[in-house]
């Protein structure tokens, strides 16, 4: 497992539309929609058009049937595919509901790839209709946020994600968010100096981003269509496991003691030293400072342990350098085997 989470939004980044719309322009509700839009919130005049659709004999079924032809971009479920495969936990964050996302991923067969799925709570009902609720009771407990829908604060759930990994010790992980509308704003906003916010061009999340980028601590990279949010996603995806990689490959160990000192592929050892000598009595080659060695074949940085002040003239063997990857986890009480008198 990498230390990445992907957190994509459903309607317009993973789906090419957005599936509400979708549903109600399918099944032949969409006058009424457009009558009822101004008197209600969303996600209540939702739940109020699943009503009327049950009344009016549409089935669950039916609804099913619409969602299975819903469109997609060909390259987001081969990228959904290797962002996992790459060891990635990939969530949903999403006002959609969670009726019409889990009908449209089973379809896909992709739902697997999912650890968790953040959004508006719908379900079938005892009386066989959908019902569709809000993330946040508004009416009992509003979240606050003005950037946001009174039904769902997306930043408050990536605050969730973020404690979450704080108090699991997970808190190096990085995020990168993937949003097209202005609800992405708001957790783009919460998003860390490590993470990373990918929003869709042209589109309400990146024109909000737009006008004052600066706001947002997280690195900005912008995709177009399903070709380019692949193409995007997987080279950050590698960017960072390459970045973790060298992270790790130049960790030592917090107990030992000893000073160490970088030495460049431009910089001479200390003058100080003279030419180590090997046990014959004759004069060796001094090791070669160098920046990189290959160890498992695999290049990794050089540190060059502090050296003991030289024995007085009367002793006749010298000290000399021992190179170590910094890989290597070297304590005090091993110092006498890299450094000889």
Same mark, same amino acid.
């Not at 042209?202 to 601590?217: A, H, Q, S, Y």
């Not at 080279?235 to 790790?248: H, M, R």
């Not at 090997?278 to 400072?289: N, R």
């Given at each position: ?46 739940? =109020? ?11 669950? &079924? ?37 009726? %019409? ?6 379809? *896909?067969?992709?739902?697997?790839? %999912? ?7 719908? +379900? ?22 003005? *950037? ?11 605050? $969730? ?15 990168? +968010? ?6 992405? +704003? ?9 993470? %990373?916010?990918?929003? $869709? =061009?042209? %589109? ?12 947002? =601590? ?7 269509? &399903?070709?380019? *949010? ?67 074949? $695999? ?43």
């Amino acid at each position: 497992m990498s230390g990445i989470i992907v957190v994509f939004d459903f309607d317009k980044t993973i789906v090419d539309c957005d599936s509400d719309n979708w549903v109600i322009d399918g099944l032949g509700f969409t006058d009424l929609f457009n009558q009822l839009l101004p008197t209600m919130p969303w996600n209540t005049l939702m739940d =109020k058009l699943m009503l009327e659709m049950h009344a009016q004999g549409k089935t669950i &079924g039916e609804i099913k049937e619409v969602l299975h032809r819903i469109p997609i971009h060909p390259r987001v479920i081969p990228a959904i595919k290797a962002a996992h495969a790459l060891g990635c936990d990939l969530r949903i964050v999403s006002d959609a509901n969670l009726f %019409f996302i889990e009908t449209i991923l089973e379809h *896909l067969g992709i739902k697997e790839y %999912f650890s968790e799925i953040n959004t508006n709570p719908g +379900y079938v009902s005892e009386e066989g209709r959908l019902r569709i609720l809000p993330y946040h009771d508004f009416n009992k407990a509003p979240h606050g946020c003005a *950037l946001c829908p009174p039904n769902m604060c997306k930043g408050l759930i990536i605050e $969730r994600i973020q404690d979450s990994l704080s108090n699991n010790g997970d808190e190096n992980k990085r995020i990168i +968010y993937l949003g097209d509308g202005s609800g992405d +704003y708001c957790p783009s906003l919460r998003l860390r100096e490590r993470d %990373f916010m990918m929003p $869709r =061009k042209n %589109f309400p999340v990146w024109d909000l981003i737009c006008k004052d980028p600066l706001l947002l =601590k997280a690195e900005i990279h912008p995709w177009s269509d &399903g070709q380019e *949010l692949e193409q995007v996603l997987l080279q950050l995806i590698n960017k960072i496991n390459s970045l973790d990689d060298e992270s790790s490959q130049q960790f030592i160990s917090s107990d030992c003691k000893m000073q160490t000192l970088s030495v460049t592929a431009h910089e001479a050892l200390p003058k100080v030293l003279p030419k180590p000598t090997s046990q014959s009595g004759a004069v060796a080659s001094p090791p070669q400072a160098r920046a990189q060695i290959r160890n498992n074949g $695999r290049k990794l940085p050089l540190r060059v342990l502090a050296v003991l002040s030289p024995r007085p003239p009367h002793v006749p063997r010298q000290p000399y350098l021992h190179l170590l990857p910094l890989s290597s986890q070297h304590c005090l009480s091993t110092l006498n085997s890299y450094v000889k008198f």
